[in-house]
């Protein structure tokens, strides 16, 4: 079947350091790989995607590349916020003829940055 | 502003009670979903709907009960629920690609529902 499989947090850094959050799929056919991040109190938010294989997607100095031959898709920072803190879902999709996508999550990451 | 707006954010109900969550999308998308997250578990998938029809059902007991009226509109009718109910409820909505590469979905801020 279809899985996630993202490390376990939390996760506890000082402002400017660097991250990372392992993230490894299984999946039968070609998924799309999202990174969505959830602030406290708030629905999840799109972060970045990438569609096939080597893609790399990146959005507020947060970056993942579609890696098809390890099927990771880890998440990197290279110098975090205090504002960064928040829970990271890895998912990833899969497309089928005529019907919907199904988003399968990872168990998420918690990340609190301090100052 | 996510497009997604899900009401009420926070309720709590007796195991006797029935209510509704309601979820509304403004982004012109053809699919919505419903999702429960309970700590320490993974975002669990309950309902899919495609064009106002009911793609999915991911074996959720009958005491939740969807229904979608056009597809910027969907509910989450409730009845008879138990405590491990509580959690926070999701709602979804993405464009259907149609066989091209999944495109994201946008997230509601969800309903925080505790069941007493």
């Known amino acids: 079947g279809n899985s996630v499989t993202q490390m376990e947090g939390p996760v506890t850094l000082s402002e400017e350091a660097f991250l990372t959050i392992n993230c490894t799929y299984t999946?039968?056919?070609?998924?799309?790989l999202f990174w969505y991040v959830q602030y406290p109190g708030e629905g999840l938010q799109l972060l970045l995607k990438a569609t096939k294989a080597d893609d790399k997607g990146s959005n507020k100095g947060f970056e993942a590349t579609y890696r098809k031959e390890t099927t990771s898709f880890h998440l990197e920072k290279g110098s975090v916020q205090v504002s960064d803190s928040a829970v990271y879902f890895c998912a990833l999709s899969l497309s089928s003829q005529g019907g919907s996508e199904k988003l399968v999550f990872g168990k998420g990451t918690k990340l609190t940055v301090n100052p | 502003e996510t497009g997604v707006t899900q009401t009420p954010r926070h309720l709590v109900m007796g195991m006797t009670n029935k209510k509704s969550l309601k979820c509304e999308q403004h982004l012109g998308h053809n699919a919505m979903y419903w999702y429960k997250q309970s700590a320490k578990k993974p975002l669990e998938l309950m309902f899919v709907y495609n064009f106002k029809e009911q793609t999915e059902n991911n074996s959720v007991p009958s005491r939740f009960s969807p229904e979608c009226p056009n597809s910027s509109h969907l509910f989450l009718h409730l009845h008879t629920l138990q405590p491990e109910d509580s959690a926070l409820y999701l709602c979804a909505s993405s464009q259907d690609p149609g066989g091209q590469a999944p495109t994201e979905a946008f997230f509601g801020q969800g309903t925080r529902l505790t069941v007493v």
């Open positions: 999946a039968t056919g070609y998924p799309s």
